[in-house]
């Protein structure tokens, strides 16, 4: 393992005590926090990356790459130069990372050295591995890359529970803003309803309770029914006049807001077909016409 962090340190555990991988070399950039992930994982010789020779980091059949994204194609590039230098067919056989944006191709480097090259996205937060450790299993996991890797990997996660599915490398950045959408720009959005509610005098507590029913319920309603299904409020009913107002009163104490408002609605009156309000504002008003 060469990155053993939150994400890593949990798989290297739950592949431990499923025993389908035994833990080899663990290099991070510190000893002491490779120290910490063999503990947790419970197995491994921990190593500083920098002073982790050719011979210890090549012994391994499958190398996990769990830096952060900006780090693993220097990381790669660095393990394919100094597995160069040993006797061909050495290197090891596998080597996978676990971006959800970058795909196997940041490790391409490494097949000049033999090794099958995969990108492994689990679907999930690590920010808490020793609870994630309990509630792993049916954990989706996207996985594409060379079909000798995705050999060894998908039965490895079956394993441990993971639900596999495939998908395009060339599609990783379009896959991963799906959740960045789903998840950090939700924070985001209940974020601005908070915002919202102050300017109203609702502080962010009672904020948080209010949109808390409504926040499930319409959640429960996606998926019962699917987005546009699901959509209610002024613009689904193609109150015009509501929503204008709305705008124009969150504007007068924040710009950015209504800013973010006009966006959002501008994507809700796709998904409910209706015309565009701004832009319907625009339109001459004719009798029969969509204003
Ligand atoms: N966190 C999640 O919820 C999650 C979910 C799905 C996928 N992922 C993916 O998993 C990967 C790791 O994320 P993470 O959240 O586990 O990160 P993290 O907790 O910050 O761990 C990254 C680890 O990589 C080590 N590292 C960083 N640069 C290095 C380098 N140049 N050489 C050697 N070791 C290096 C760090 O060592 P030091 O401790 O010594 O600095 C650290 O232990 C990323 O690709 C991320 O996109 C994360």
């Keep these: 393992m060469v990155g053993a962090g939150r994400a890593a340190r949990t798989l290297a555990r739950l592949w431990r005590e499923a025993g389908v991988f035994a833990i080899g070399a663990v290099s991070n950039r510190s000893l002491a926090s490779a120290q910490a992930a063999t503990t947790f994982i419970g197995s491994g010789v921990p190593s500083e990356f920098g002073a982790l020779d050719a011979r210890a980091s090549a012994s391994a059949q499958v190398v996990m790459i769990g830096v952060t994204d900006s780090e693993i194609e220097g990381v790669a590039q660095q393990l394919a130069t100094r597995w160069s230098v040993l006797e061909a067919g050495s290197a090891p056989a596998v080597v996978f990372h676990l971006s959800g944006a970058l795909p196997a191709q940041s490790l391409a480097g490494l097949r000049s050295v033999g090794a ?168 001459p008003a004719e009798p029969g016409g969509r204003v």
Excluded at 118 to 126: D, G, I, M, N, R
Excluded at 230 to 259: C, K, M, T
Aim: hydrophobic share 55%.
């Design 116 to 283: 099958a090259v995969a990108s492994l996205h689990p679907v999930t937060s690590f920010a808490d591995p020793a609870a994630l450790l309990v509630s792993f299993a049916s954990t989706p996991c996207a996985l594409e890359g060379d079909a000798a890797a995705l050999a060894v990997l998908e039965p490895a996660l079956a394993r441990i529970g993971a639900k596999v599915f495939r998908i395009d490398g060339n599609s990783k950045l379009a896959y991963h803003a799906g959740a960045v959408f789903a998840s950090n720009y939700l924070v985001c959005l209940l974020d601005a309803a908070t915002q919202a509610y102050a300017q109203a005098g609702i502080d962010a507590v009672e904020a948080l309770a209010l949109a808390r029913p409504l926040i499930r319920q319409t959640l429960e309603n996606v998926f019962a029914h699917g987005s546009a299904a699901a959509l209610s409020g002024p613009i689904a009913r193609g109150d015009v006049e509501l929503v204008l107002a709305q705008h124009a009163a969150l504007a007068v104490r924040n710009q950015d807001l209504a800013r973010l408002y006009q966006e959002l609605g501008r994507h809700a009156a796709r998904l409910a077909q209706r015309a565009d309000p701004w832009e319907a504002t625009a339109l």
